[in-house]
C-alpha cells in the first residue's frame, strides 16, 4: 500500500504527456490536465527555430533544435518529460487500400509485404503502421485499411532530439491525425457530414477530412508561409527575416506596402487553390459526398484574406479554428489576448497533449 503511494507520489509526470509540436519555424509545448469537467491548460509556449533548421520535414541543424526544446523546458517550468511529438511532409505516406479480410493479427504479419507495392520508398528503409477501417463497401470479401509509412530516419531523427533534450518520447504521430483529436474534444461532432481540418503551417499544409468525426482522408500540401515570405523576398530582394516582417504587417524601409499586397494576394490565393484541389480529389473518390465546412488553423491561418480567399474558392463555409475551445484555463496565468493570439499555432500541440503513454 505505502510503496504504490509513494511511487505515485514520487512518479509526478510518470503518466503526464506533453504536447511537442516540432515544427520548421517553432516547436509549440502543450500541458493539458485532466478533470472532472474536462482539460484545462497546464503549460503552453512557443520557441523560434532559426529558418532553415528543418527543411520538408527532416531535422538539418539537429542542435538548434534539442536547445530550442531545453529553453521552452525550461523556460515554462515543465516537469513531466514523457512526450507525444509528430512528423508530417513528404517522408510520410499515408494511403487507404483494399485489402482481403484478415485478422489485426494476421495483418500485422503480413503488412510489410503488402504494404510494399503501395510506398515509393525502399520497405526496409520504412516504419510502417496500419488502422483497420472496416469492411469496403464496394468489394465482397475486402477490407479497407488505413497504411502509414514513415521514413525510419526521419523518426530516429525526431526520436533522438527529443532524447538529446533529456526528454522521453512516447508518441510520435502524424500532424494530420492529430488534428483529429484536437477536434474531438472542442466541438461537437457533425453527425453524418464531412468537415475539413486545415492547418497552415511555414512549410506544409496539413489537411483533414473527418466523416462523423473520424479521419477519412488526409494530405499535406508542400506550401504554406514559407511561399509567401519567399514570394516577398523575390519581387523586394529582401533577406528571410525582412521579408517575414513585412508578411506580418511590419515595415521595411523602401518597400511600399500596396506592392506587398500584391505580392501577398497572389500568393494567398495559390494556398486556397490548393486547399481546393485537396478537396476536389477528395469529393472525386467519394460520390454524394459533400464538405459541409472547413476549419482553419495553423499560423498562416492568421495571414489577411486567407479565409476569404478558400471561402471563395471552394464555396464551403470556412472558420478559424480554436483549439482552447472547450478548454478551461487560470486567467491570472495564461492572459486570454495571450491565449487567443496563441491560438493558431496550437492546434496540433493540443492534439498531442491529448496523448497518452502506452497509445498506440
Ligand atoms: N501574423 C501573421 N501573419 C501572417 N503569417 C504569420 C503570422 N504569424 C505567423 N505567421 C506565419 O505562420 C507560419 C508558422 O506557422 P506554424 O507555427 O503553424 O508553422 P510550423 O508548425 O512551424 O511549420 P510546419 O508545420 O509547416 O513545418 C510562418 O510561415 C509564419 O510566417
Ligand atoms: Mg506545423
Known sequence: MLSKSLSDIFAIGKKETIGL????????????????????????????????AIVDGSIIDASSVVQAIRDLIKDQKVKARNVASSISGHSVIIKRINLPVMSEEELSDSIQWEAEQYIPFNIEEVNIDFQIIGADPEGKG??????????KEVVDDYVNVIREAGLNP???????????????????????????????????TNINILSEGITSFTRDVAVGGNRLTEEIQKAFHLNFDDAERLKKGGEVEGVEKEEVKAVLEKAVDLIASEVKRTIDFFLAQASGEYVAKIYLSGGSSKLDGVLESILEKTGIAT???????????????????????MAPFMAVAVGLALRRAGDK
Not at 494530420?176 to 506544409?204: D, H, Q
Not at 478559424?320 to 493570439?341: Q, T
Open 21 to 52: 509540436d516540432i515544427g520548421s519555424s517553432s516547436i509549440k509545448l502543450v500541458q493539458l490536465k485532466e478533470g472532472k469537467k474536462g482539460y484545462s491548460l497546464a503549460k503552453m509556449g512557443m520557441v523560434p527555430l532559426p529558418h532553415e
Open 142 to 151: 475486402q477490407m479497407e485499411v488505413l497504411l502509414v509509412a514513415c521514413k
Open 170 to 204: 512516447v508518441v510520435l504521430d502524424i500532424d494530420a491525425f492529430t488534428l483529429e483529436n484536437m477536434f474531438e474534444i472542442n466541438y461537437p461532432l457533425p453527425k453524418e457530414e464531412n468537415i475539413a481540418l486545415v492547418n497552415i503551417g511555414a512549410s506544409v
Open 319 to 341: 472558420e478559424r479554428l480554436n483549439p482552447f475551445n472547450s478548454i478551461e484555463y487560470n486567467k491570472k496565468r495564461f492572459a486570454p489576448s495571450h491565449v487567443a493570439e
